[in-house]
């Protein structure tokens, strides 16, 4: 089973949304929460399959320990943002 961590945000006046620090680009969003991290894994297999129609090599998944130095990711869990897990089982395919 391959898991990324994503960040779950909602500011005032926006859909709730989820971003993925290793996947530039990927995120998806809702007008709920479980609506957000329900799309959550589709917006995983969806990024990593276009990555490999472009023969792109997959990102490792940092750690929560990693990621936490990274700026954009401060950034946000100072503003109260929350880390996630997103799994999905379906990617071992994608992966290898």
Known sequence: M????GILEKDPGSL???WFPDLP????AGETADIAL??????LRLWIEDARADNETLPLSRSIEDLRSDTDVQKAL???HAVIVVQ???LERLAG
Do not use: K, Q
């Open 2 to 5: 391959i898991r990324y961590l």
């Open 16 to 18: 709730w949304g989820i």
């Open 25 to 28: 680009g990927c995120g998806t």
């Open 38 to 43: 329900d799309r959550a894994p589709e917006a």
């Open 78 to 80: 100072s503003s109260g």
């Open 88 to 90: 999905v089982p379906e």
